[in-house]
């Protein structure tokens, strides 16, 4: 597996693994747990490549993700990080930044007209099947970088640069590389790292 290019490690730093087969069904439990495996690998590297502490990758009583104080430099800020997994995909973000959220879908999937309507009244501008996927992978990737689930969609709303949460706002950035699609949220409301997403990459058994 090449890993991603280096980059700052204040910076976010993002990968997708492509578990090479179709979309898992629910109750396929071996797949859903293979998926979960591939997301830790992908955060282990993503730590490796930024030169900070590979984990460890705890979570609190919510399941929000805890950050991880930086054994190789004290000094630094804390690394915080997410993960996704969605059909074939399984995918990770950390970076050194006030919040942090990743989500990915497979590109071809189209959401049910319940999803259309609900991110239409959150005041989404979509009209196609894949501005609402982009949409939808926005709205999940700002939740989780609250630490906040789809529980709490009631409290998002949508705008082209932002997606406010209650009364803070985080901005998010959308990719769509090798049939996936990927939003990933951090930093604050003005300003976001761009960061190192630029492809999937296969997953070797």
Known sequence: MNAPARNEANGLHALVLAAGWSEPTWRDQAARERLRGLSRRALTQLCLDAGCSPG???????????????????????VRWGVSHSGGFAAAVVGRVARVGIDVEPAGRVPSEHVRGR???????ATTDEEFLATWCRVEAALKSFGLGLSNIARVRIDDRLIHVGEAATMTRVFEVAGAVIAVAGGGVCTMPAPNVVRVTEAVA
Not at 56 to 78: H, N
Not at 119 to 125: F, M, P, T
């Open 119 to 125: 991110l239409a009244s959150l005041g989404a501008s």
């Open 56 to 78: 460890p990758f705890e979570k609190d009583e919510r399941g929000a993700p805890l950050p991880i104080a930086d054994e190789r430099d004290r000094t630094a800020a804390p």
